[in-house]
């Protein structure tokens, strides 16, 4: 559930903007595209559609005019290293920035999903529960029900795509080392879709709640600021290692980089930036 809060803003706000869609058309249509995708939970009340609106277009504007200028200076920045081949301090030091910015927009967006759900009814929860319960469905389908042979095929594509959207196309050698990766990647299906219950449960307690305003949002914050919470020692310790491993690839793969390659990337990293850029000076 945690992470369809953050979809709220991160994902919106950054996958989708990477997608291979214009960034700058996908962006001014977020105004309409969040409560398209919120309507896909809960049916909100007329004045929750007015409370949701008025924080949206405070949010956006935000985002617009504090974000996006920290989003294009790090993406040149991350550039500028990648024309020379990024070490592994570099990643961790990436790793480390873009945990800040999903911060930034949690922290900016926190106080107002605790208004809006905090005016929920009975009913609207049990609607977004029963939502995510179908969520739940198609994770099962693709992470425990399919096999483990089905699922790395499933990945090792995923990958080639994601790398050649960066690169262009791929070599012979690049494409051997991430199926070597997807070999020694450890599947979490289990071990996430326990967590995922878990957290859903406990959301569920705190949204019980909401007519004690003090221990509804002592319960909400302590929560979403516990990002380990429903996770077993041994997800985390798949986490870690899987992270190492992605790592672990980029490095490999950035050294067998022609320079064809490598400035396919760089220009890809400044392009985006440069949109964010342009974007954060529209009103």
Same mark, same amino acid.
């Given at each position: 559930?945690?992470s369809?809060?953050?979809?709220?803003?991160?994902v919106?706000?950054?996958?989708?903007?990477l997608?291979?869609?214009?960034?700058?058309?996908v +962006? &001014?249509?977020? /105004?309409?595209?969040? =409560?398209?995708y919120?309507?896909d939970y809960?049916? #909100?009340e007329? %004045? *929750?559609?007015?409370?949701?609106?008025?924080?949206?277009?405070?949010y956006?504007?935000w985002?617009?005019? %504090?974000q996006? =200028?920290r989003?294009?200076?790090?993406?040149?920045?991350?550039?500028?290293?990648a024309?020379?081949g990024l070490?592994h301090d570099?990643?961790a030091?990436?790793?480390?920035?873009?945990?800040?910015?999903a911060?930034?927009?949690?922290d900016?967006?926190? &106080?107002?999903?605790i208004?809006l759900?905090?005016?929920?009814s009975?009913?609207?929860?049990?609607?977004?529960?029963?939502? #995510?319960?179908? /969520? &739940?469905?198609?994770?099962?389908?693709?992470? @425990?029900?399919?096999?483990?042979?089905?699922?790395?095929?499933? !990945?090792?594509?995923e990958?080639?795509? +994601?790398?050649?959207r960066?690169?262009?196309?791929?070599?012979?050698? *690049?494409?051997?080392?991430?199926g070597?990766?997807?070999? *020694?990647?450890?599947?979490?299906? =289990?071990? @996430?879709?326990a967590?995922?219950?878990?957290?859903?449960?406990?959301? !569920?307690?705190?949204?019980?709640?909401?007519s004690?305003?003090?221990?509804?949002?002592?319960?909400?914050k302590k $929560?979403?600021? &516990? =990002?380990?919470?429903?996770?077993?020692?041994? #997800?985390?310790?798949?986490?870690?290692?899987?992270?190492?491993?992605?790592?672990?690839?980029?490095?490999?793969?950035?050294?067998? $980089?022609?320079?064809k390659?490598?400035?396919h990337?760089?220009?890809?990293?400044?392009?985006?930036?440069? /949109?964010?850029?342009l #974007?954060s000076?529209?009103m």
């Amino acid at each position: 559930m945690k992470s369809r809060l953050l979809r709220f803003s991160l994902v919106v706000l950054c996958s989708v903007l990477l997608s291979g869609c214009g960034v700058r058309f996908v +962006y &001014n249509q977020l /105004d309409w595209l969040i =409560p398209w995708y919120l309507e896909d939970y809960v049916e #909100l009340e007329r %004045d *929750q559609e007015a409370l949701f609106e008025e924080r949206l277009q405070s949010y956006l504007a935000w985002h617009r005019t %504090d974000q996006l =200028p920290r989003y294009s200076a790090f993406l040149h920045q991350v550039a500028d290293r990648a024309e020379k081949g990024l070490t592994h301090d570099d990643i961790a030091r990436i790793e480390d920035q873009t945990e800040e910015f999903a911060q930034a927009l949690m922290d900016r967006m926190l &106080n107002d999903l605790i208004d809006l759900l905090e005016t929920a009814s009975d009913d609207q929860i049990e609607q977004l529960f029963q939502r #995510l319960e179908q /969520d &739940n469905k198609e994770y099962r389908r693709e992470y @425990i029900e399919v096999s483990a042979d089905k699922q790395k095929k499933q !990945r090792y594509k995923e990958v080639i795509k +994601y790398a050649e959207r960066w690169t262009g196309r791929l070599s012979a050698e *690049q494409v051997t080392q991430i199926g070597e990766w997807v070999n *020694q990647f450890e599947l979490m299906g =289990p071990e @996430i879709e326990a967590a995922r219950l878990a957290w859903q449960d406990e959301f !569920r307690r705190v949204l019980a709640l909401r007519s004690d305003r003090e221990a509804y949002e002592t319960a909400f914050k302590k $929560l979403i600021s &516990n =990002p380990d919470f429903g996770r077993s020692e041994e #997800l985390k310790r798949k986490l870690a290692v899987n992270s190492e491993l992605a790592v672990k690839l980029y490095l490999e793969l950035d050294q067998t $980089l022609t320079q064809k390659q490598r400035n396919h990337m760089v220009k890809k990293m400044r392009s985006y930036a440069d /949109d964010f850029q342009l #974007l954060s000076a529209q009103m």
